[in-house]
């Protein structure tokens, strides 16, 4: 059975830091990894998909990789801001089943 | 992009009456949904895949008869908590895979629904 760790569990930093946060898999045979962000008492927001042939995908602040072999994926934050403080949480699917991690709750100090 | 709505957003209810949980794509066709449950400062949990005209498989622990899915449409899927105590009071979330377009096996999220039972 797939299981996926985050780490850390939190994070707090001042703003302007760039930051990575964690993500590994024990399984492989994934069919994408999803990184999302969660604000407190919300839904999920969709930040980066890599599919199981790729090795990152960039949007904006955030570069997301993918070792499927090692099965790790990290989120790379850039300059970071009060905004994006939030819950992020890493997914992995084997197309009908998609597995989470527990989360890096990121705090971003003004 | 995508969008899947869910209804309620918040929900109060006291103990013992049964509660529903709406979950629609509203601009695409889903043959597939998902239900999550998430705890205070958890991960999301799956509780149930759903897919169009049969009935939803449910995880290992889940109750099937307390949790009731019906996926009666390609745009719509429901989640009823019957019977509900205090200990289902939780977040729920919910997920649709497209059956066309979208990256490959991407799924999108409904804003969630926080039950409070009394």
């Known amino acids: 059975k797939q299981e996926v760790t985050q780490i850390p569990a939190a994070l707090s930093v001042p703003e302007g830091e760039n930051l990575v946060l964690n993500c590994s898999f024990t399984?492989?045979?994934?069919?994408?990894l999803q990184w999302f962000r969660q604000d407190p008492g919300k839904g999920l927001t969709s930040l980066l998909l890599?599919?199981?042939?790729?090795r990152e995908q960039t949007s904006g602040r955030l570069n997301a990789s993918l070792d499927k072999s090692s099965g790790r994926s990290t989120l790379y934050i850039a300059a970071s801001q009060p905004g994006d403080s939030a819950t992020y949480l890493c997914?992995?699917?084997?197309?009908?089943?998609?597995?989470f991690g527990a989360g890096t709750r990121l705090t971003v100090k003004p | 992009g995508a969008v899947v709505s869910q209804h309620p957003s918040r929900v109060i209810c006291k103990s013992g009456t049964s509660v529903k949980i709406e979950c629609r794509s509203l601009?695409?066709?889903?043959?597939?949904m998902f239900w999550y449950r998430q705890f205070p400062k958890k991960s999301l949990m799956l509780m149930a895949t759903?897919?169009?005209?049969?009935?939803?498989?449910?995880e290992q622990g889940v109750e099937k008869d307390k949790f009731l899915i019906n996926h009666a449409s390609l745009t719509l899927s429901t989640l009823t908590v019957t019977s509900a105590h205090p200990e289902d009071s939780s977040f729920y979330i919910c997920?649709?895979?497209?059956?066309?377009?979208?990256?490959?096996?991407?799924?999108?999220f409904g804003e969630g629904s926080r039950l409070t039972v009394l």
């Open positions: 759903s897919n169009e005209g049969s009935k939803a498989t449910y």
């Open positions: 601009d695409f066709q889903a043959t597939t």
């Open positions: 399984d492989s045979a994934i069919y994408n």
């Open positions: 997920s649709a895979k497209p059956g066309t377009g979208g990256a490959t096996g991407e799924l999108f």
């Open positions: 997914a992995v699917s084997d197309d009908n089943d998609m597995r």
């Open positions: 890599i599919q199981s042939s790729q």
